[in-house]
């Protein structure tokens, strides 16, 4: 019996175990599309993070990662038939994301998404260029915004933290940025905010495009723990998606209550990581720790910061944080499983030490009849399903709607590359992942008010620009 065969029945044995007394089990047997317990699927316990679940903020953004492999057709996609109560939750589906390790994609599942308070998704995607296919990242666009503006490449970050003492305890460092004023560039400085409880402030970032660069103000975002549910990635045997009729449906949730605990920016690829990447190969490959990405000033991680200002008044906490890494990093055995098959391989081992850290992932069922858990779940009715299993189509217009206005040819004023004095406008077209209003909220998750930020100052000159790659695969 081969590996993956063990593999599958492994993984339908304790989910059915769990399912069946949660009634689970029954819908699972009801169910005709594919979820992640069938053979020609792994289940991974670690990978890259649904661009729409965590936005990435890199100081010094640059052009997208270049494959010279052409990512397979998207995936039919099914959401699952629970999903966490609120009125702004909506379902956004998953992309092929590119593996270095097996030189080949993977899936990055969709997820439930909290949409952050006043702004709209715009999905990445994959282009071919003259030298492969390259990926142009997704970000949480301001709705209130008509128009795409195409900026020139930003100067090189001059951010190297605080230059003046808090105001409180409770403020924290926000870093500054280069912003686009009377024609030019001018430094926005840093500043220290209040950061408030349940929320990160997700600072001003550049996005890179084929066309310039799309400037992406400070906005609030939940939390992690409110922000939905993260399904976790797979990889699909080639057989099995390219037959005709394939559909799928995630059934396995990351445990966002030890998501963080391993968590990694990866700025070349505007990607956050999650699980093992431990090793220090990684660190080679470009994949920081949360706590590194802060301290060697290349990204800016709102996950950490919140997470710091939460531990303000423990004086030890960052230094656990790198103790818990330099372990993990030392010693293989502490560190999590990377598919599902392991993690239940090493649970049915009885007295395993750091068995709870090393769980990353649990079944959407058992999520769901956790009363600890801070999510509370509702069923999907039939035909609002089907009705979000539209959200693939329309997304993926949407996507190629914005790749055209990426990368359309000079012939007009408007799409002349973007210049030094003429940033280049393009009328947006609206996405169909839209978050309500903040007054249709409620008070809870209505978002705090927005940060004051200092006035751009004019007399920063810019630094020479470092030499970088084009985004090549390394």
């Known amino acids: 019996m081969n590996v993956r065969r063990v593999y599958q029945l492994c993984v339908v044995t304790v989910f059915v175990t769990i399912g069946t007394g949660f009634g689970w089990g029954k819908a699972l047997a009801a169910q005709p599309t594919r979820t992640d317990t069938e053979e020609g699927v792994e289940v991974l316990t670690r990978g890259p993070v649904h661009e729409a679940f965590a936005e990435t903020v890199t100081f010094d953004p640059e052009p997208g990662l270049v494959v010279s492999k052409a990512p397979p057709a998207a995936i039919d996609e099914l959401p699952p038939d629970q999903r966490p109560e609120g009125t702004n939750v909506e379902w956004i589906p998953g992309y092929w994301a590119w593996d270095d390790e097996h030189s080949d994609f993977l899936w990055v599942s969709g997820i439930w998404r909290d949409l952050p308070p006043g702004r709209e998704w715009v999905p990445g995607y994959w282009a071919k260029t003259d030298r492969g296919f390259q990926w142009t990242s997704g ?21 190297v933290g605080p230059n003046v003492a808090a105001p409180s305890a409770d403020d924290s460092w926000v870093p500054g940025c280069w912003v686009w004023h009377q024609g030019r560039y ?3 400085p ?48 080639t057989d099995a998606y390219a037959r005709p009729g394939f559909s799928y449906s995630p059934t396995t949730v990351i445990d966002l209550s030890v998501f963080t605990d391993h968590l990694f920016l990866r700025p070349h690829y505007s990607h956050y990581y999650f699980g093992d990447y431990y090793a220090p190969s990684y660190r080679d490959a470009g994949y920081y720790a949360s706590f590194s990405a802060h301290s060697d000033r290349v990204s800016y ?17 960052e230094h656990r944080v790198a103790a818990d890494f330099q372990n993990r990093r030392d010693h293989e055995d ?13 649970a049915s081992k009885a007295g395993q030490p750091h068995e709870q850290t090393r ?12 009363v600890r858990s801070p999510t509370r779940f509702q069923p999907v009715a039939k035909d609002e399903r089907q009705q979000l299993a539209q959200r693939g189509p329309q997304l993926q217009k949407f996507r190629e709607e914005r790749q055209q206005a990426d ?35 409620g008070k809870d998750r ?7 930020v200092p006035a751009p100052d004019p007399k920063v000159e810019p630094k020479p620009k470092k030499a970088r790659d084009k985004g090549e695969k390394p």
């Open 359 to 370: 769980t990353l992932a649990t079944s959407l069922a058992q999520l769901a009849q956790n």
């Open 190 to 237: 840093g500043y220290w905010a209040a950061m408030r409880p349940n929320w990160d402030w997700v600072p001003a970032h550049y996005v890179w495009a084929s066309r310039g660069y799309v400037f992406v103000d400070g906005y609030w975002d939940y939390s992690v723990e409110r922000r939905g549910v993260l399904f976790a990635p797979v990889e699909f045997a």
């Open 334 to 346: 502490a560190r999590p499983p990377r598919t599902l098959a392991a993690q239940i391989a090493l």
């Open 446 to 452: 209505a978002p705090p008010k927005p940060h004051e």
């Open 139 to 159: 970000y949480w666009a301001d709705e209130d915004v008509s128009e795409t503006e195409y900026l020139p490449e930003p100067p090189d970050t001059v951010e």
């Open 301 to 317: 991680d709102p996950i950490y910061a919140q997470q710091r200002w939460e531990h303000r008044q423990d004086p030890e906490w």
């Open 186 to 188: 001018a430094w926005r």
């Open 407 to 441: 990368t359309r040819a000079a012939g007009t004023a408007a799409a002349k590359p973007a210049k030094e004095s003429e940033p280049a406008r393009v009328k947006r077209t609206k996405s169909p992942i839209v978050a309500k209003a903040a007054s249709a909220l």
